[in-house]
């Protein structure tokens, strides 16, 4: 069975850092792509970052790039998210998700791609 469990969110100010982690079990993180979405109140839920099953492979939406990075450790089987710069826009619920896919370097935007997903963590900034 397989379990994603984020953790790592909270509350901080514009401007300020958090680190989100998704520790997975039942599935190895290098077999699978693995992506990070996030839905506000009211809103759809969007991607933010994928990584390739390869790891040498990501994508970022245009409204993170260049402030969040996805990474893994395969060690520890455990994706994250590194968030810098933080804007209230940002608030939002965080949700890991992962995939099965042939494909070494494929990074999906599409939530219907992923078939395993976590609780989900908040994020919330403050202006």
């Known amino acids: 069975q397989v379990q994603l469990v984020e953790s790592g969110g909270g509350l901080v100010q514009a401007g300020g850092s958090l680190r989100l982690a998704c520790a997975a079990s039942?599935?190895?993180?290098?077999?699978?792509?693995m992506g990070w979405f996030r839905q506000a109140q009211g809103q759809d839920r969007v991607f933010v970052a994928g990584l390739s099953k390869s790891g040498t492979n990501t994508g970022v939406a245009e409204a993170v790039k260049g402030r969040f990075t996805i990474s893994r450790d395969n060690a520890k089987n455990t994706v994250y998210l590194q968030m810098n710069s933080l804007r209230p826009e940002d608030t939002a619920v965080y949700y890991c998700?992962?995939?099965?896919?042939?494909?070494?370097?494929?990074?999906?935007?599409?939530?219907?791609?992923?078939?395993?997903w976590g609780q989900g963590t908040q994020v919330t900034v403050s202006s």
């Open positions: 039942g599935r190895t993180v290098t077999n699978y792509m």
């Open positions: 998700a992962s995939g099965p896919t042939v494909y070494r370097d494929y990074v999906p935007r599409d939530s219907i791609e992923y078939d395993a």
